[in-house]
C-alpha cells in the first residue's frame, strides 16, 4: 500500500490527538525526530493531547518522563490519561473508606483523593476488610502475583465493590522482541474467575476522548470533524477514534508493520482515515 | 432486601436520565402512574431525558409514540436514541455513496444524510456494491433472515467497510412471556462468523450518556452529580451509569424481578446506588 | 513453505481419516482425481473413513451423493458424520416424547428412534411444548429464521431441555466466492440469547474421532501411531486430530490457501504433521 | 427440589465413575463416610473409577494420598486423571527434545518420557529455546507468577509450538472460604494474551471419559447405558458425563449448594439424571 504524507495531513485538522507508546516513544526512547513534529504543531497554532492508557504515573510525572527525554512541548495539561479517568470515578462514586488497589504505591498516590485512603493488596488483610469500597487495577508491577491475585479472588467474593481497570492494554513492550502482561491482561483473568462485571477506563473506550474533547483549549471553534486521532493500534487508538467520530492516522511505528497494515486492517475490519509511516515531521 | 423511595431520591438531583423499556412502558403500555412521575418532575422544575438502545424510529416518532399511550411530557428533545448516534457517526465519517442497512425503511430514512443514500439489504444486488461505504444494522424487521443475513455476510467478505450496530440489546420482550431476538443479538452473530470489529452504539457505552449530558439545559450549573440515571437493566442503564459517574436506581418493572435483584446484583458486581420498585411517584 | 508428497506421507500410516469438504469435494463437485486417492487406497488395502460435520443427511444419503459424483468406494460404513452423534446421544439420553428441531425434514428422519418423534420448529405450537424433551439444530435449511429462531428462543425460556447442535460449522462455502451461514453459527447465537450451555456433536470434538477410531476394520493391529487425518481447516480437522493424539495433514484444496497456510499455522498455533498440495495421488 | 437416593441410584449401573473433590474429599479431607460407599461397591461387585483434572501427581501418588486418608480401595489402576491425556499427547505427538512445563517438579517428573526431557519455565534462558518442542502448564504453583508467566508470553511468540493445558479448571478451595486460581485458569490468561489455541484436557471433554471407558474390566459387558457419572459440578462432571452419553448423578457435597441446586441447573440448561445429597452410602 501506499502511505500518506502526515505533514500535509494535519494541515487539515485544528487539533491532533496522540497516542504515547509506538506514536511518540518506544521502549528505548523517543522515535527520532518527533520533536521537530510538535515544534511544527506549535508554530502552526495546533492545539494537541496525548491520550495514554497509562495508570502507572500522574500526568505531571508523565509530562516529566517526556521532559528528560528531550521533548518539552508535552506539558502535563495535554496529557490525557486512564488514570485521570480512573480516579475521576472514584471521586464520584466512592465517598469514604478504603480503594484496595494492584499496582506500586506510586501509581496508587495519584489516586487518593479528600475522603479515599488506598491499601495496596500485598498490605491487605483478609480479616479486615469491611472498609474496602473498590478494588483498583493500575500497574502490573508492585506485588507479587502468587499471593496476591489470589488474595484479591477472595477479596472481591467476600466484598461486592465496584472494580476499575486503569489500563486495558493487555500486553505492552519491553524491548525489540520482548513483550510484558499489563495489567489489562490479569484483569481478564480475574474477570472470569470472579465471574463479575469489571470497569475498564482507557482507549478505545469513548471517556477517553471525551476527556481530551473536555479538555480543548478553544472548544467553541473546534468540531469532532477538526480533529485527527494518530496512533499504532488499530484495536484501541483506530478503533476509538473512529467510533468517536474523528478522522484517524495509523502510524507504522509501533505494533502495526509496515508489511502487515494492509492485511490487519481487511481482518479487523478497522479502518483508519490515513497510514503513515510515522508521525515525524522533518 | 428493603427497596428505596423513589420520590425521596430524586429530590437529591437536578437531571434525571430514564432508559424508557421496563422504566416508562412494557410490552403492553405505560407503566400505570408513571405520567404522575413526570408532572412531579416538572413542577420541581427538574430536567430529564429518556436515553433508549432504539434505532428503528425517530426521536419524533418514539415522542410521538409517549403522547399517543398518554404521556404528553416526553417530548422529542428530551429524547437520546442509539440512533442518534448511528447518525452523528455516519455524518462525521461517511461522506458519500450508498448505506446498507437491514431494518425497515423507516428505520433508514432518519440516517439518510445529504450525501448519503440508504439501500435495504433486501434491494442489495451482490454484484454492484462497490458504492455501498457501510453497513448500519437498524432493527429485527424488514427483512428476511435466511436470505439477507447471508447476503450480509458476503457483503463484509467483498467491500472492508465500517458496520455499525444502532441498537446494543440481545432480545426485547414481545408479551408477558415471549421474547424477541433484537438486532444485537444478530449483530453478535454476524461480528463472529465474518471476524472483524463492529462499532455498537447504545447503553451502557458512553456515547450514549455523553450525547444526553451534552443536551441538558443549564449545563454550567449541572456536574455528575446532580445526575440520576434510572433503569430496570444491570448490564446497560447501571453499568453505563456507573461507569459514567452518574448516580444509578435500580428499578423491577421491567427485567429485574424484585426476588432476584439481590442475587443478581451480588453476582454480576453491577451495584446500583438505590433500588426501588418503581419509577412511579403517587 | 515446501510442501510435502501425499502419496510418501499415506505410505507410513494403515488408516487414513479424511475430511470431506474441501478435501474430497467442493461446492461444484469433486475435486479432480480425488478417486485415484481410494482405488491407490485400496490396492494397498488401506482403511479409511470420512469424518464429516454434517447432519443434513443419513450416512446412506451422503455414500449416495459421492456415487452419484463418480465416487464409489466412499460407501456407508465408512462415513462418520456429526449426525450420528447426535443420533447416538438421543438414544442414550432421551427416551420418549417429542424431539423438536431446526432442519429439514429429511435431516430429522435419521434422528427418529423408537421412543421419539421429532417436530420440526415450524410445526410447533408454543402453547403445547410440555412432550418436547430436547431440541436438535440439524440443519440451517427447512424453517424460517425470522419466525423459528425466535420461536425457539421462547421455548428454551419454557422448557429446561438439552439442546443438542450436531453441526459445529459456522459457516460453508456455496460458490466460489459465496458462504452461507451454517446451523453452527446460528447455534451460537442462539446460545448467546438464552444463556445455557448447549451440547455441540462435530470435529474438533474428540467424540467424532472415537467414533471413527471404533468403526476401525482391525482395532487390535491398529494404535492411534497408524491413523493419519487429513483436512483443509486448521481449527476442526487439525485440531482434533492433533489432540485426539494423530498425525495430521492439511491439503490447501479448500478453507486454507496455499499462500497464507504458513501465516495461518503461526498464527494460530494449530501445527499440522504435513502440509501438502491435495490429497489427490496421481 | 426432592433428592434422589443414592444407593438406589447405583444399583441399576454396573459401573460408576467419580469426580474426586467435592465427591470424595474436599480441602479438609475425605467425606465423612465415603469409605463406607467404596465398601459397598465391592460387595455388589461394581466396577469404579475416579475422573480428577488433576496433572500434579501421577495416579499412583493420588492413590497413596487417599490411603493416607483413609480410602484404601482408590487404588491407582482405578484413577483417570488428566494428567495421564497430556502425558498420552506428549508420546503420541512429540518425541524428540524438551518439554517447558509451568509446575512443580514432581508433577513434570511424570510426563517425562523415553525421547523428553523436561525444563521448568523457570529454568528456562530464552536465548537457548531451539530445542523445545511443547509447553505443558501442570500445576499453579512451583514457579514464580511475575517472571516466569511473562517468560512464557515470549517463548510461545519466539516457538510455534503446542501447548498443553492440562488441568482445565479455573480455580480450586484451598479453605471454607478460600479459592485459589488454578492453573487452567492462568492458561485463559495466556491464550487469549499470546492470541494462540492451546490443547485442554479434562472434563468435561469427552476424552476423560474415554480414558476411563477403556479401563473398565469387562468391557464387553458394559454399554454407556450402565455407566454412571457422579460429580459436584455441572459445568465438568455433569455436562461431560451427559455429552459422553452417560446418566449423571449431581452431588451437594462440594461447588454445588442445595439451596441453588435448581436455580443452577435451570441457569445453565445442564441436566443431571439424578441429584443427591452426597455419594455417601450408610
Redesign the interface.
Known sequence: MQFDDFKAIISKYKVIFFDAFGVLKTYNGLIPGIEKTFAYLKTQNKDFYVLTNDASRSPDQLAESYHLLGLHDVVPQCIISSGMLAR??LE??VDHGTVAYLGTANSAHYIETAGLKTLSISQLD?NTISEVNALVMLD?EGF???TD??KT??L???R????IVANTD??YPVSQ?????AIG??A??LE????????RFGKP???MF?FAYEHIRSPSTVT??DILMVGDTL?TDI?GG??????TALVLTGNTQAEDAEIR???????PTYVCESAVID
Open positions: 475521576e470515578y464520584l462514586k483478609l502490573d507479587d502475583w502468587n491475585l489470589n479472588v477472595n472481591l467474593r467476600k461486592n465493590i465496584p472494580v493487555a500486553t522482541n520482548r513483550l510484558a502482561i491482561g490479569v481478564q483473568m472470569t474467575v470472579v465471574g463479575k462485571q469489571f470497569i473506550d469513548a471517556q471525551i469532532k470533524k484495536h478503533l473512529n467510533k468517536f467520530g474523528l478522522d486492517i481487511r481482518s479487523t475490519g478497522i479502518i
